[in-house]
């Protein structure tokens, strides 16, 4: 076994990190894990490697970390901390749990990022395959980490990750079939700038070979421009224009253009997704299922049936007339925007959070023209209150309200509520000001919304 007697170590202990820690101390090798929380915080991961040989080294990390064969980074770990610094220096590997996968992995990776969507189009594209009959493993930055089912995967089955800018930047292959949705400001309280995010985020199709496929948005310009970098087969799919490879819209149709054949998929009206954005997502997924053998039988019946993911633009209740939506993956201006674009129906708007250091004008402007109220909450409260204060003219006069958390914001909406409106959670930050993650906060945000349908019975 090629890590057997060897030392790991493992900086990190998040998801990926005990993931990673059981499948190395079961190939034998010497694992020990660094992470700056205590034992006391890290006690349900630990819990989870019980009984495994493992040597921890937590509440900072200490020179004895260096002490390995190979360091493996977790994706939540800036590489520019002084441990990893003086890794470098001194010349130790460095690699992920994203990176091991990737080189031990049977099948050909179908790999999809963008600043937004990902989630919701790496997990229609696994409906897509497994509609299609195909044994399907979906993972990477959703769901449980890979690493953990790699021997299980065999040439024939197809593999969908989702893949962020931190599992990106350490790669040095790229998939076989690599989607690239959009590019938007995001994460720069970790990239320190917004050209280093973008080169992230296309190492996912710089080491693509000829007969590899790489899947663009034609409608951005960003991610069209990566298109002159392409060394595989250029796949793309768009809501404005039809393509020569890929998927569009034609008079409301679905159409899927490949190998010189054209698929009508279904018509929008059957896509169960709320938003253009959601409609540019089918777009993405049914092209890039095409590129892995997907026909449009197959993607007709995961599309039409497909209701979403959790936390992501999530009707959670209605009550006397007022819908509930949890979108609390909207942790940057650029999904809140897009989430604002999906109604027509008056919105009070819950927004907040800890910011990421992304600009706010576009969404104050959008807020002030669709929201009906908006109601701010956490660390970044001030700020979003500053840039709707900053539009100009009549627009000033929105409602705007702050509440001390999320529980007395929920509590302000019902109370100003009126039948056909829609309240929104949609933060436009993250949740690290409050919670563990944006999922903790959408169950929290969900819990609320029911406590007020147990109120209304």
């Not at 995010?197 to 948005?217: G, H, M, P, T, W």
């Not at 989430?339 to 969404?363: D, Q």
Request: hydrophobic residues 40%; charged residues 25%; contains cysteine.
């Amino acid at each position: 076994m090629a890590y057997e007697n060897q030392n790991v170590t493992i900086v990190g202990l998040g998801r990926e990190g005990t993931a990673l820690a059981k499948f190395l101390a079961r190939q034998g090798a010497n694992v020990t894990i660094t992470d700056v929380k205590g034992e006391e915080a890290l006690r349900d991961k630990t819990d989870q490697l019980a009984g495994l040989p493992i040597r921890y080294l937590l509440g900072g990390h200490p020179e004895e970390s260096l002490d390995a064969d190979v360091i493996f980074v977790s994706p939540g770990v800036p590489w520019k901390i002084p441990i990893l610094v003086e890794a470098q220096r001194r010349g130790v590997a460095l690699s992920s749990e994203t990176k091991l996968f990737f080189s031990l992995c049977q099948a050909p990776i179908i790999g999809i990022t963008g600043s937004s969507g990902k989630t919701t189009t790496t997990s229609l594209v696994g409906e897509i395959m497994r509609a299609g009959g195909y044994r399907t493993f979906v993972g990477g930055n959703i769901g449980a980490p890979l690493i953990g089912i790699v021997d299980e995967v065999e040439p024939q089955d197809k593999v969908v990750m989702e893949l962020s800018s931190f599992q990106l930047e350490v790669l040095d292959q790229s998939p076989h079939i690599a989607a690239i949705l959009n590019l938007s400001p995001n994460h720069l309280d970790r990239h320190e700038s917004m050209d280093d995010y973008v080169s992230a985020k296309a190492n996912i199709i710089r080491f693509q070979k000829s007969d590899d496929y790489a899947i663009l948005n034609a409608d951005q310009r960003l991610t069209h421009e990566l298109a002159k970098d392409c060394r595989g087969r250029l796949v793309l799919f768009s809501l404005q224009q039809d393509v020569e490879a890929g998927a569009f819209l034609d008079q409301g149709q679905v159409i899927v253009r490949w190998d010189d054949e054209e698929w009508k998929v279904c018509h929008v009206s059957e896509v169960q997704l709320l938003g253009s954005h959601n409609l540019e997502n089918v777009l993405a997924s049914c092209a890039t299922a095409a590129a892995a053998g997907a026909r449009a039988e197959a993607m007709r019946a995961a599309v039409t049936s497909f209701c979403g993911v959790e936390h992501r633009l999530e009707l959670v209740a209605e009550i006397e007339g007022i819908r509930y939506y949890d979108d609390s993956i909207a942790t940057s201006p650029q999904r809140a925007m897009a989430a604002l674009n999906s109604f027509s129906e008056p919105i009070i708007l819950l927004a907040g959070g800890r910011g990421k250091h992304l600009p706010l004008e576009e969404l104050a402007q959008l807020i002030v023209k669709k929201a009906k109220a908006l109601i701010l909450f956490g660390e970044a409260a001030s700020l979003l209150e500053q840039a709707v204060m900053e539009i100009p003219g009549d627009q000033r006069e929105l409602p705007t309200y702050r509440s001390a958390d999320l529980s007395e914001a929920v509590s302000k909406a019902a109370q100003m509520a009126q039948v056909g409106d829609v309240v929104l959670l949609s933060p436009a930050c993250t949740s690290f000001d409050m919670y563990r993650d944006f999922a903790e906060r959408g169950e929290h945000f969900k819990s609320l919304v029911r406590d007020l349908k147990k109120v209304q019975r």
